[in-house]
């Protein structure tokens, strides 16, 4: 299944500023999917990167505060705009395992505190 | 939206017991996987189940794909410490890509 290397893998930032994580597949995957777990929390889905097209958003996640970019087919990023404290979360980048096994490969994740 | 229960929401059990955990949901579900997440990692899949009945196997891991297909369990049989971790549920819907996970089961293993 495709390797997943997510940086950073934490890191701590002032309010205010923002932060990109980079997300690098081994492989050439069709969609890339960036979630957010909050302390003690499940997986939320922020929004599906596909590449050569505008990322799709859940409900309650905008592109102003969380722009993502897909440029190619093993790369993508997303920018953790003008963080504050409530930011702090765990996020995680996933892809589809591969195109025989079904289910979806997770990076190892960057930790985030905002202070 | 689609909601997942999980429970419990944690157990403490003996190493060497058995252990139970499920997931029901508020509609039918495709596909169900089951994931562990170790502190500091991302959750790796454990086991994928597609579809109803299906009865799976992974060492001492098995999991159900419930015939109602709003439910799933999974079972761990004689525990051992590096069982230790929280376990998802997560679901998808028929004709959406969309996974939901549910809140997860910590599970603690006293040696």
């Known amino acids: 299944s495709a390797v997943i290397s997510q940086k950073p893998s934490r890191d701590i930032c002032q309010r205010g500023t923002s932060l990109t994580i980079q997300c690098q597949v081994d492989?050439?995957?069709?969609?890339m999917f960036w979630y957010r777990q909050q302390p003690g929390q499940s997986l939320t889905l922020i929004a599906t990167?596909?590449?050569?097209?505008?990322?799709?958003?859940e409900s309650g996640f905008v592109i102003d505060k969380f722009p993502i970019s897909r440029p190619n087919l093993t790369f993508s990023t997303l920018t953790v705009s003008n963080m504050s404290p409530e930011d702090s979360s765990i996020y995680l980048c996933?892809?589809?395992?591969?195109?025989?096994?079904?289910?979806?490969?997770f990076g190892s994740g960057t930790r985030l505190t905002v202070v | 939206g689609q909601q997942l229960n999980q429970s419990p929401q944690s157990m403490f059990i003996q190493e060497g017991e058995d252990v139970s955990m499920n997931c029901t949901s508020s509609s039918i579900f495709n596909t169900w996987l089951w994931y562990k997440q170790d502190p500091g990692e991302g959750p790796v899949l454990l086991i994928a189940l597609y579809k109803a009945g299906e009865l799976t196997s992974n060492g001492r891991l098995t999991a159900q794909f419930g015939i109602t297909r709003k439910d799933s369990f999974l079972n761990i049989s004689a525990s051992i410490p590096s069982d230790v971790g929280i376990y998802f549920c997560?679901?998808?819907?028929?004709?959406?890509?969309?996974?939901?996970f549910g809140i997860g089961t910590k599970l603690q293993v006293i040696p």
């Open positions: 996933s892809v589809e395992m591969d195109s025989v096994n079904y289910g979806y490969t």
């Open positions: 990167a596909n590449q050569g097209s505008e990322a799709t958003y």
């Open positions: 997560a679901g998808q819907a028929r004709g959406y890509q969309k996974v939901t």
């Open positions: 492989s050439q995957v069709t969609m």
